[in-house]
Structures are given as C-alpha cells and as structure tokens.
C-alpha cells in the first residue's frame, strides 16, 4: 500500500477487529483509514490483490516454505506414545478458498454453513503432506475447530473425504463455550488433553489464536489472508 502504519495503529485496529470472522474487505478498510491519509484502496482492487496472490502461486510458496520449516523443526522430535499434535480444521486442515471467493472474500453465514454441510472443502495440500509426515513419526493427532457441535458430523466426514483419515478425536465447539474467545476455547481444550494424559508436542492453525495460550508446543502458522479472527 505504500504507507507504514505505527503500532498504536495496529493495536488499535486490533481491538476493532470483533471475536468472529471478519470480511476482509472490511479489515482492509479499516487499516486503510488508520494509516493513510490518503484515498483509500478501492475494495475490488483489493480483492483482487488478494485473488492474484492465491492463484498466481504465491501463495502455494509461502505454505510450502512454512510447512518445509516445521517439517524440520518435527524431525527432532522424539515421538512418544501420548505424543500429539493438534490441527485447525479450517484454512489449516481444509482449504475453504473457493468459498470465499464465490462470496466476495466476505462472509456469509447460510453460505458458510451450507457449504460445511456439503462437505466441499478440499484438503490444503501442504498441510495434509505435513499431517502425513507427523503420522510416520508417529504422532497421534487431534483435530481443534471453532466449528460448532452441529457441524461435528459433516466436519468429521469432510476430514475424512479428503484422506484425514487417521486421527485420535474431531473437538467442536459446545453451546456452552461460545461466550469464550477463540483462543480461550482452544487454549482450554488443549489444558483438558494434558489432565487427559496427552503430551501436545504441536499446534498447526491459520490464527494466532490456535496457537496461543498453554500446552502449544511447536507453533506452526498457517498463512491466511481471507480472515482474521481476535483472540
């Protein structure tokens, strides 16, 4: 964009950001308002920087540099029985892309939901080999999603579908957890695995908030530029 904008900037921008996704033309927005004082980036033309970046293979880059690194940073590890690495299902686990596009990089909650319930989403490639290199090792996994319980079914044969098909547990979100924050819920859930007897050796998430807060181990961020999610 041309412009720096400072930490207080940021900081503040963070806190408008609310505890659910965001359309990132919304985000883009708000940035923009906060750091130029200049016209704003047309919102199609930022769609369509966002659009070019994934199809032009930008993208598929920065995964697969990030995937190459924590490849590395497992293969160190040694692996014990109640080893365990804890995967995000959406924009880590399963790639939602097209969704997003089809939607204007916004948000839509039928559609979202609609789309679930089909079981659309395809695997992220990079993610699902790293999945495959930590089942050699021998970890055991678990996926975490904000998805919530109603989802639980579609969400585990989606995994499934798409070659997942190896894993200890599939957690959703109950009713009683949505007042919590994203990192909260999944920073809760990991505590009850440890009392539970697990040793969480990783965490793989497109947010901050997948990876934050106790029990993380080795912190593995997935690139998203479709949607941020608040702490």
Same mark, same amino acid.
């Given at each position: 964009?041309?412009?720096?904008?400072?930490? &207080?900037?940021?900081?503040?921008?963070?806190?408008?950001?609310? =505890?659910?996704?965001?359309?990132? &033309?919304?985000?883009?927005?708000?940035?923009?308002?906060?750091?130029?004082?200049?016209?704003?980036?047309?919102? #199609?033309?930022? $769609?369509?920087?966002?659009?070019?970046?994934? %199809?032009?293979?930008? *993208?598929? %880059?920065?995964?697969?540099?990030?995937?190459?690194?924590? @490849?590395?940073?497992?293969?160190?590890?040694?692996?014990?029985?109640?080893?365990?690495?804890?995967?995000?299902?959406?924009?880590?686990?399963?790639?939602? *892309?097209?969704?997003?596009?089809?939607?204007?990089?916004?948000?839509? *909650?039928?559609?979202?939901?609609?789309?679930?319930?089909?079981?659309? !989403?395809?695997?992220?490639?990079?993610? @699902?080999?790293?999945?495959?290199?930590?089942?050699? =090792?021998?970890?055991?996994?678990?996926?975490?999603?904000? $998805?919530?319980?109603?989802?639980?079914?579609?969400?585990? @044969?989606?995994?499934?579908?798409?070659?997942?098909?190896?894993?200890?547990?599939?957690?959703?979100? $109950?009713?009683?957890?949505?007042?919590? #924050? !994203?990192?909260?819920? @999944? #920073?809760? =859930? $990991?505590?009850?695995?440890?009392?539970?007897?697990?040793?969480?050796?990783?965490?793989?998430?497109?947010?901050? #908030?997948?990876?934050?807060?106790?029990?993380?181990?080795?912190?593995?961020?997935?690139?998203? *530029?479709?949607?941020?999610?608040?702490?």
């Amino acid at each position: 964009m041309g412009r720096k904008v400072g930490a &207080s900037a940021f900081i503040f921008l963070w806190k408008l950001i609310m =505890k659910r996704k965001l359309p990132l &033309s919304l985000i883009i927005l708000i940035y923009l308002i906060i750091g130029c004082n200049d016209k704003p980036m047309n919102l #199609s033309t930022a $769609r369509k920087q966002v659009k070019d970046y994934y %199809e032009s293979g930008k *993208y598929d %880059e920065e995964l697969n540099l990030i995937i190459k690194k924590a @490849k590395e940073e497992f293969e160190n590890v040694d692996f014990k029985e109640n080893s365990v690495v804890i995967f995000d299902v959406d924009e880590t686990a399963l790639n939602n *892309y097209e969704l997003a596009k089809s939607t204007g990089f916004g948000y839509v *909650y039928k559609i979202n939901k609609e789309w679930n319930a089909e079981m659309k !989403s395809p695997a992220l490639a990079p993610v @699902k080999e790293l999945y495959d290199f930590l089942q050699n =090792k021998g970890a055991r996994i678990i996926f975490l999603t904000g $998805r919530n319980f109603p989802e639980y079914e579609v969400t585990y @044969k989606n995994l499934i579908k798409v070659g997942y098909t190896n894993f200890d547990t599939l957690i959703t979100q $109950r009713e009683q957890e949505y007042r919590l #924050s !994203s990192q909260e819920y @999944k #920073s809760s =859930k $990991r505590a009850e695995l440890v009392k539970n007897g697990y040793d969480i050796i990783g965490t793989i998430g497109d947010q901050w #908030s997948d990876l934050e807060g106790q029990f993380h181990g080795i912190q593995v961020k997935i690139p998203n *530029y479709l949607y941020l999610i608040e702490n």
